[in-house]
């Protein structure tokens, strides 16, 4: 499988919001509704921030949300705030025949 | 409290091979499915393996036929054997836990164990 494509990197002010996309194809993001998304800091441990598309973990800020249209799943963080500058990967489902797992190449979300 | 912390890396020679750990606490850890994530240096994240709660064991094709992924419930443990390594396998290495029930998702994370393979 290879990895969904994810751009290199984006940035936003305080306040604003940004949207990450996460494109796939009919074989994993596009079959299954099983997206997730983590957020890292450098040299730390990834964090679950979204899973299922859209479901958020019991102590993550709804600032951050998930949503999905077709093979491309989008998070989106609203009111960015400083502490959200860090890597984002998305990842999916994308067993067929088989179990397997497929991540993004990673997002650098600057806050400006 | 609830974490996981992986051991076992270091410096291995190509065709070399090297056993991971992952010992597990603050959890009914015979309850989920356990999985291994790997990233290189200033690269993105990679799935390694997977084994479910009845044992069942699955891999991508980087790695299938070279890693070996195995749970000891009774030691509240996670292991990953690797042999025939590569350059290519040099990564942090993270056991991460599936959502519960089997969901597609990984909400626990250890810190990591280096892995490098060079002569």
């Known amino acids: 499988q290879s990895a969904l494509t994810q751009p290199a990197s984006v940035s936003g002010s305080p306040g604003q919001s940004i949207t990450i996309s996460c494109t796939g194809t009919r074989s994993d993001v596009g079959s299954y509704n099983l997206v997730s998304w983590y957020q890292q800091y450098p040299g730390k441990a990834p964090k679950l921030m979204i899973y299922?598309?859209?479901k958020r973990p019991s102590g993550v800020s709804n600032r951050f949300s998930g949503s999905k249209s077709g093979s491309t799943a989008s998070l989106t963080i609203s009111g960015l705030q400083a502490e959200d500058e860090a890597d984002y990967y998305c990842c999916s489902y994308a067993g067929s025949s088989t179990f397997d797992v497929v991540f993004g190449g990673g997002t650098k979300l600057t806050v400006l | 409290e609830v974490q996981l912390v992986e051991s076992g890396g270091g410096l291995v020679q190509p065709g070399g091979s090297l056993r991971l750990s992952c010992a597990a606490s603050?959890?009914?850890?015979?309850?989920?499915?356990m999985h291994w994530v790997r990233q290189a240096t200033g690269k993105g994240l990679e799935w390694v393996s997977a084994i479910g709660t009845a044992g069942d064991t699955f891999y991508p094709g980087s790695v299938k036929g070279r890693f070996t992924i195995s749970r000891e419930n009774a030691k509240n443990s996670l292991y990953l054997q690797m042999n025939s390594l590569r350059a290519g396998d040099t990564a942090v290495y993270y056991c991460a836990r599936a959502l519960e029930d089997g969901g597609m998702g990984f909400d626990l994370w250890g810190r990591g164990t280096l892995v490098t393979v060079s002569s």
């Open positions: 603050g959890f009914t850890f015979s309850s989920y499915d």
């Open positions: 299922e598309v859209s």
